[in-house]
Nanobody, 125 residues
Framework: QVQVVESGGGLVQAGGSLRLSCAAS????????MGWFRQAPGKEREFVAA????????YYADSVKGRFTVSRDNVKNTVHLQMNSLKPEDTAVYYC??????????????????WGQGTQVTVSS
């Protein structure tokens, strides 16, 4: 099994920045990719960004492209999501997830096998 734990959420004003972290532990050798999703109240969970475990492939949702950056710390088995120029519409619970099935889509939540508990990000206007 793989365990993932997010950290770094909080309250920030529009235009500000936050950095989320996701620490993976357990059978990390089985991970193909790590993804970030978010879910706002009354809305479905949506894809934000993903990075292959090797770090060679990176994907972003159009809504965050150019503002968010996903990266991986190989030594600490940690994935980061740097969020800049935050907008009120970025307010959501952000989830980190690990994909352990080769060939699964990184854009769909069903493609991930292990999820963190989520961390709240609130952007005030």
């Amino acid at each position: 099994q793989v365990q993932v734990v997010e950290s770094g959420g909080g309250l920030v004003q529009a235009g500000g920045s936050l950095r989320l972290s996701c620490a993976a532990s357990g059978r990390t050798f089985s991970i193909y990719a790590m993804g970030w999703f978010r879910q706002a109240p009354g809305k479905e969970r949506e894809f934000v960004a993903a990075i292959s475990w090797s770090g060679g492939s990176i994907y972003y949702a159009d809504s965050v492209k150019g503002r968010f950056t996903v990266s991986r710390d190989n030594v600490k088995n940690t994935v980061h999501l740097q969020m800049n120029s935050l907008k009120p519409e970025d307010t959501a619970v952000y989830y980190c997830a690990a994909q352990t099935r080769g060939g699964a889509s990184v854009f769909w939540s069903l493609g991930y096998d292990y999820w963190g508990q989520g961390t709240q990000v609130t952007v005030s206007s």
